[in-house]
């Protein structure tokens, strides 16, 4: 999200090993984070379900294509 500057590091509980690093929201940020989620489910939904089949079925394809890049991370 833009402006956010603070981060703080989310670890492996089994390894300890820093796994991402994450926006440190402030309580305005957060909020606003969640109106944006809201707004883009609401833009989701009122595609119609043929789109949405077709989104995803790009990204399974995607996903299939680039299987072993994305097990490497």
Known sequence: ????????????PATGQTIARVPDFDVQ???AAVARADE???SWAATT????????RTWYELMLSNAEM????
């Open 1 to 12: 999200m833009p402006g956010v500057t603070r981060t703080f590091d989310v670890h492996d």
């Open 40 to 42: 883009a489910g609401r």
């Open 49 to 56: 379900t043929r789109h949405r089949a077709d989104i995803l």
């Open 29 to 31: 940020q957060a909020l």
């Open 70 to 73: 994305i097990a490497l991370l």
